[in-house]
């Protein structure tokens, strides 16, 4: 089976195809550049109207496909920004009616852990999945992937964004934070918040902006900044894999990209005797791939969705989906 997934919950629209071995076959995309502020949620769907055809016919090409070829349609139903979803909701909708194939609505955040799964070896992991919009620590528990802790406030991607803008750097500002901490000389105390398994990030980017402007050097706050934020993303991480007793880490999200959260998320996991993972960087952002991948699972375990089912969901909470796939595949197992 073949199934082709557009993302396009955020500043990214992308297509993918994937076979049902999780091969990807094609993986494009087109990201919203800003020349200042953040990102406007009309204006960026205006960007995904204006790119998601042409995205379509290059992922098929790539994959050297016709689009009557494929079996299921699938699309990112939320969570992400309205006019974002609904443009590309209206572009699966289009095209699956007019193939006459399944049409499947994905949660953008179970995408990411079930790709991981998918290109990886690991089988039953803690996600430690951090992007611009979200930042939460998942495991699967009864049918369903809970969230385990997460952000009280913004997202992490979201608080490097907003640095680098402030502080007079481009976007998306996780990159160039990344770059410009491996020329920093010194730390720089800044807020540490872990309430339990959250965390939070806004007293921490006030505190570096208010720094900043008292003369602190742009390159030790990166460093700073990473070291804080990251030791914090380490420590609610290393609390949920103690309660859930799993011993297999998953990075995900466009933040997953950034070698040190790597660096320090893989010796936490090696001093507890468990394994880290992470998915290839293409395959970590927002893309139509994962997607894909996680349409083809509901759709072969028996997931269907009516034209009027497909209604987007700004707030699609992680634990809201019924993980069916999993579960049939449990009830196959022997005892």
Not at 157 to 185: H, Q, S, V, W
Not at 211 to 222: M, P, Q, S, T, V
Request: glycine fraction near 10%.
């Amino acid at each position: 089976m073949l199934c082709l997934g557009i993302e396009g919950t955020a500043h990214t629209v992308g297509v993918g195809i994937v076979d049902d071995s999780a091969r990807v076959l094609a993986n494009v995309y087109e990201m919203v550049r800003p020349d200042k502020g953040g990102i406007h949620p009309r204006e960026a769907a205006n960007h995904h109207a204006e790119h998601v055809v042409p995205l379509i016919r290059k992922a098929l090409d790539l994959a050297s496909l016709k689009a009557a070829e494929l079996d299921v349609i699938a699309f990112s139903q939320g969570p992400g920004l309205g006019p974002c979803l609904r443009t590309v909701a209206t572009a699966a909708r289009a095209l699956a009616l007019s193939l006459d194939v399944p049409i499947v609505g994905v949660n953008h955040c179970v995408a990411h852990l079930e790709i991981g799964r998918a290109v990886t070896t690991c089988e039953d992991p803690v996600l430690l999945y951090v992007s611009g919009g979200n930042t939460q620590v998942i495991a699967f528990s009864r049918g369903r992937y809970r969230v385990f802790g997460e952000t009280l406030d913004i997202g992490i991607g979201n608080m490097l964004d907003k640095f680098a803008r402030e502080t007079g750097y481009g976007f998306p500002g996780g990159p160039i934070l990344e770059r410009a901490a491996k020329e920093g000389t010194k730390f720089v105390p800044l807020p540490y918040s872990v309430k339990g398994t959250d965390v939070a990030f806004s007293g921490l980017l006030t505190a570096a902006l208010a720094l900043h402007k008292k003369g602190e050097r742009f390159e030790d706050l990166a460093h700073s900044i990473q070291e804080t934020a990251f030791a914090m993303l380490c420590e609610v991480t290393e609390r949920a894999i103690a309660h859930v007793e799993k011993d297999e880490v998953l990075l995900g999200g466009g933040v997953a990209r950034n070698r040190r959260l790597q660096e320090m998320v893989a010796t936490m996991a090696e001093d507890r005797g468990a394994r880290m993972f992470v998915p290839p960087g293409e395959l970590c952002i927002d893309n139509g791939a994962m997607i894909a991948w996680t349409g083809l699972l509901m759709n072969k375990a028996g997931v269907r969705m009516a034209i009027e089912d497909t209604v987007v969901n700004q707030r699609f909470r992680t634990d809201e989906v019924d993980i069916v796939w999993r579960e049939a595949k449990a009830s196959r197992e022997p005892t």
